[in-house]
C-alpha cells in the first residue's frame, strides 16, 4: 500500500522534474534579483536648492492670488484693497464731467470700466445737473466720490442754475468734515438686440467677458425675441439675471428669420436652436411632400414638437 502511495503522488516523470526544476530558477533568480541591481537611492537636494524651490513656490502663490483678486467675477462687486487702489498716482483738477474724456477720467484715477460706464451714460443722452449727480454713477467708489467732488464744475445749460465759481462742498458736524454721499443708482434699461459691449458692461454683474458672450449668443441666434433668452447665455448666473432682468427690454423687430423653403440643412443646423437631425428632417420632409404654406407645417415631422415649435417659430419665415 505504501509504495503505491509512493508510486502514484511522489513519483515525477522527467517533464515534471525539468519543470520543477525551471520554477526553483526563476523563483532564486527574482530573489536574487534586487541585489543584482540595487536601486540607486534618491538624491537630497541641497540647502541652497531647498531655499529656491521656497522661493518660486512663494512667487507662484503671491502671482495666483493676484490673478485671483483681478479676476472679474460675475454678480460680485468689492472694494479693492487699499494699497492696490491706485498704481500712478492720481491727478487732481477742476473738471467738467458732462465734457470730460475716457483719459480725463483716467488720470483722475478712475477705473477704465468706470470711465466707460461713465461714456456710455452720457453717449445715451445722460446728463450731470449738478456735481452731487456724480454719485449716481455705477461703480464709482466712495472714496472716489469724495475726492473729486469738490472739483466737479458744470457748466450752465438752458433751464438750470449755473454752476458759478467752484468751491469746496462740505459740511461740519462736530467739528469733523463730512462730504455728502448718495446712493449709487443702477444704469438705464439697456434694449438687448441694440446694445454694445459696453451698454451691457454697464450693467451691474457684467463684466467684458460676458458682455462679449452675450453678444456672440445674440448675433448666432439672430437676434432676442424675448428678455428671458439672455439668461441661456453661457456662464451667465441666474442670479446676476435675475438683477438685471427689470433693466432690460427686447425689440422683437430685430429678430434676423431664415426661409425654411430655401435655407440647406447645413445652414439651418447653424442655429443655436437648430439641431442636426432635425434640420435634415426639414429639408427631407421638403423634398418628399414639397414647400411649406406655412411655418406650422413643422408640427407634422415627428420629432418637432410644441416646445420645440415654439422656441424656433420666430427664427422662420416662409415667403410667399
Known sequence: MWKNFVKDYLRFTKKDRVGVIVLVALIFIVVLLPYMWPVKKAVQPSPGEIQQLQLQAAQL????????????????YHFPAKENYTKEKAAIFYFDPNTLNAAGWKRLGIRDKTAATIQNYLA?????????????????????YERLLPYVTIASQPGFEKAGKPEKREYTVQEKTVYP??????????????????????????????????????????????????????????????????????????????????????TLKLHPYIRWNLANAIVQYRVQHGNFKSVDELQRIAIVTPEILQKIKPYLLVQP
Open 181 to 266: 454721499v448718495r446712493h449709487f443708482s443702477p444704469p438705464s434699461v439697456v434694449e438687448i438686440n441694440t446694445a454694445d459691449t459696453a451698454a451691457l458692461i454697464a450693467l451691474p454683474g457684467i463684466g467684458s467677458k460676458l458682455a462679449a458672450r452675450i453678444v456672440n449668443f445674440r448675433d448666432k441666434l439672430g437676434g432676442f425675441y424675448a428678455v428671458q433668452q439672455l439668461a441661456e447665455t453661457y456662464g451667465l448666473p441666474d442670479s446676476t439675471f435675475e438683477k438685471i432682468k427689470t433693466l432690460l427690454q427686447c425689440n422683437q423687430h430685430a429678430v434676423q428669420q431664415m426661409d425654411i423653403n430655401t435655407a440647406d440643412a447645413n
Open 61 to 76: 502663490n503671491k502671482a495666483a492670488d493676484a490673478a485671483e483678486q483681478n479676476e472679474d467675477h460675475p454678480g460680485t
Open 124 to 144: 445715451r443722452g445722460g446728463k450731470f445737473r449738478k456735481p452731487e449727480d456724480l454719485g449716481k454713477i455705477y461703480g464709482l467708489f466712495r472714496n472716489d
